[in-house]
């Protein structure tokens, strides 16, 4: 479909080289420990899990286009479903 797919965390370069070799991702990864563009994409935020709040890394979407503009976030993503939401959205189905 002619798209850029690129995964961003804070996870170090070598976790990233791991996990992309273990599932045997066809795209980029990205680490980002610095949370320079986690914190300016907006994704680093409060999180509750049992009663403890924590700050880390919402999973969230961003479809930019060619001009560099975000057209679409998709919020909260769920990784099992992620990808046929994105590509439901770019065929113009969702």
Known sequence: ?????????KDSAASHQRFAEKHNLPF???SDPELTAIQAYGVWQEKKLYGKVSMCVVRTTFIIDEASNIEKILPKVKPGTNAADILAYLRGEA
């Open 28 to 30: 980029i990864l990205l």
């Open 1 to 9: 479909m002619n798209v850029v797919v690129i995964g961003v965390s």
